[in-house]
């Protein structure tokens, strides 16, 4: 009894993989259709789950999507530099309830330089990222693709 239970958890964690992996490539399919470029990380094998990905827009600015919690929406997030106080980036949606769809403006506050919730104090520590600086700090032609 107990192998069969195992197989079956294995099978609906496969399948459910397999669901997730083709949202995560239809949402970056429809960020890209908007003109954006979509950078996602190289991957080796089947079995692997890609849930987040980088937008570029035509200014060399740089966003963040992925996978909401549950995997079957989006959220977006800005970027900038990595600083204590307010760290790398600003969540831009309930990570539970992301976007089943979207449009342009949702992803273009991506590159906004923050959110109106930040605290004035925190703004002056906010230093932007261009994509071009992203990726040559943090990434090599090895592990991350365009979509």
């Not at 099978?11 to 996602?40: H, P």
């Not at 906010?126 to 693709?145: D, G, L, P, Q, S």
Request: hydrophobic fraction near 35%; include cysteine; aromatic fraction near 20%.
């Amino acid at each position: 009894m107990l192998g069969s239970t195992i197989k079956f958890n294995i099978l609906n964690f496969t399948i459910m993989k397999n669901l997730k992996r083709k949202k995560f490539e239809e949402y970056a399919q429809a960020i890209k259709d908007l003109g954006y470029k979509v950078f996602v990380r190289k991957y080796d094998g089947d079995d692997y789950l890609n849930n987040y990905g980088w937008i570029v827009n035509d200014k060399d600015e740089i966003g963040y999507f992925q996978l909401d919690r549950f995997g079957f929406a989006v959220t977006f997030s800005t970027m900038h530099k990595p600083c204590y106080d307010i760290g790398c980036g600003f969540g831009l949606d309930d990570e539970f309830e992301g976007w089943k769809t979207f449009d342009k403006e949702v992803v273009d506050r991506c590159f906004m330089h923050h959110p109106d919730w930040v605290k004035s104090w925190d703004i002056p520590k906010i230093r932007k990222w261009t994509a071009t600086e992203y990726f040559a700090k943090y990434w090599n032609k090895e592990n991350v693709i365009e979509f």
